[in-house]
C-alpha cells in the first residue's frame, strides 16, 4: 500500500483558516487520496476525496499537487468543533470496495 | 447518506468468554465490510475485509480463528472475539461503502469499546 506522511500535530485558532498537508511521494496514477477524520471515541468520519484536480465541499477543500505527490486539506473557517484527527489515506482506483489503511495522521487542535 | 450501524456501543466481558459485535448498513447494500480495531492514542488497524457470502480476507497477523467475522446477508456482517482476553480490549470499528454511483467515502461505525476483565 502507499504510504502517506503528516505532521503528527498542528495548531490553528477559531475562525482561520487551516491547511492540513500529506506527502504521498509514492502515489500511483490509479490512487485516489482521501480524507477522514476521527472525534473522540467515535468512528472515522468521511471529510472529502479527489483524484487529480482540486475539490471542494461543505466541509473542506482539497487542493493536489500537481505531480500529484502531495495534497492539502484546507478548512476555510475552523471552528472548535474541527478539532479531531485528520487522516489522509491512499485508496486504490478500482471495482468495488477498496480497503483503507490509516496512518498516524495529525492530530488538529483548535484554540478559542 | 449512507448509514452504518454498530451494536453494543460498549460491552464488558469476562475474561475467557466470547462476545459478538455486530455493523449493520441501514440504507445501502454493502457487499464489502471492514473491521478495524484501535488501541488509545494510536491509530486504526485494518482487521479485515468482511465479503458477503464469502470467507473473510484477514490481514497479516490477525488470528482468523479469534475473530470470527461472519457476513452472512449485504447488510449484516459480525465480528466475534473468541475466548477473550485483556489484551483484546480495544475500541472495534466497522466500515461500508455504497461503492458506484453516487460515491462519498466510506461510512464507519461508531465503534464499540470492548473491555475484557
Known amino acids: 500500500d502507499a504510504k502517506t506522511t503528516q505532521p503528527n500535530s498542528m495548531e490553528s485558532n477559531e475562525e482561520e483558516p487551516v491547511h492540513l498537508p500529506c506527502n504521498h511521494s509514492?502515489?500511483?496514477?490509479?490512487?485516489?487520496i482521501h480524507w477522514y477524520r476521527q472525534l473522540p471515541s467515535q468512528g472515522p468520519e468521511y471529510v472529502i476525496h479527489?483524484?487529480?484536480s482540486n475539490v471542494n465541499n461543505r466541509m473542506a477543500s482539497l487542493a493536489i499537487a500537481e505531480d500529484r505527490k502531495s495534497s492539502t486539506l484546507i478548512l476555510h473557517r475552523a471552528t472548535l468543533r474541527d478539532a479531531a484527527v485528520y487522516y489522509c489515506i491512499l485508496r486504490e482506483r478500482a471495482q468495488g470496495a477498496q480497503k483503507l489503511v490509516f496512518g498516524q495522521g495529525t492530530r488538529l487542535t483548535i484554540n478559542p | 447518506g449512507a448509514v452504518v450501524s454498530q451494536h453494543p456501543s460498549r460491552v464488558i466481558c469476562k475474561s475467557g468468554t466470547s462476545v459478538k459485535i455486530e455493523c449493520r448498513s441501514l440504507?445501502?447494500?454493502?457487499?464489502?465490510m471492514f473491521w478495524y480495531r484501535q488501541f488509545p492514542k494510536q491509530s486504526l488497524m485494518l482487521m479485515a475485509t468482511?465479503?458477503?457470502?464469502?470467507?473473510?480476507t484477514y490481514e497479516q497477523g490477525v488470528e482468523k480463528d479469534k475473530f470470527l467475522i461472519n457476513h452472512a446477508s449485504l447488510t449484516l456482517s459480525t465480528l466475534t472475539v473468541t475466548s477473550a482476553h485483556p489484551e483484546d480490549s480495544s475500541f472495534y470499528i466497522c466500515?461500508?461503502?455504497?461503492w458506484g454511483e453516487g460515491f462519498y467515502g466510506y461510512t464507519f461505525g461508531s465503534g464499540t469499546r470492548l473491555t475484557v476483565v
Open positions: 468482511s465479503n458477503e457470502g464469502s470467507k473473510a
Open positions: 509514492t502515489i500511483s496514477g490509479t490512487d485516489y
Open positions: 479527489g483524484l487529480t
Open positions: 466500515s461500508a461503502t455504497p
Open positions: 440504507d445501502f447494500q454493502a457487499t464489502t
